[in-house]
């Protein structure tokens, strides 16, 4: 059964840090690229970064970049999300997803959108508060 699982989200004051875990099992995450979202209250699911299969360059969306690093270990069929310098904007509940093969050599598209993903796991809340 393909399932992904989302961890390590939770209340942080802003300026904090939290890492996000996204573990896999059933399949070989190491075959396909792998995205984060975050869909806050009342607004739709965004893309924040995506990890190809291959060695391309992450991408993020503009509002992360800098802040957040997704990176991935095969090993542990585990792909995370590190995010520093937290803001109350960041408060969301966060997803993973795989592409599964849809996109072009399972390549990230600057462009992460939410309809080349799927199998999407429960999400994480991420919250950044004082």
């Known amino acids: 059964q393909v399932k992904l699982v989302e961890s390590g989200g939770g209340l942080v004051q802003p300026g904090g840090s939290l890492r996000l875990s996204c573990a896999a099992s059933?399949?070989?995450?190491?075959?396909?690229?792998i995205g984060w979202f975050r869909q806050a209250p009342g607004k739709e699911r965004e893309g924040v970064a995506c990890t190809s299969s291959g060695y391309d360059n992450p991408y993020y969306v503009d509002s992360v970049k800098g802040r957040f690093t997704i990176s991935r270990d095969n090993a542990k069929n585990t792909v995370y999300l590190q995010m520093d310098s937290l803001k109350p904007e960041d408060t969301a509940v966060y997803y993973c997803?795989?592409?599964?093969?849809?996109?072009?050599?399972?390549?990230?598209?600057?462009?992460?959108?939410?309809?080349?993903?799927?199998?999407w796991g429960q999400g994480t809340q991420v919250t950044v508060s004082s």
């Open positions: 997803g795989t592409d599964f093969g849809f996109l072009v050599a399972s390549t990230c598209r600057p462009k992460i959108r939410t309809t080349d993903f799927g199998s």
């Open positions: 059933g399949f070989s995450l190491r075959r396909y690229a």
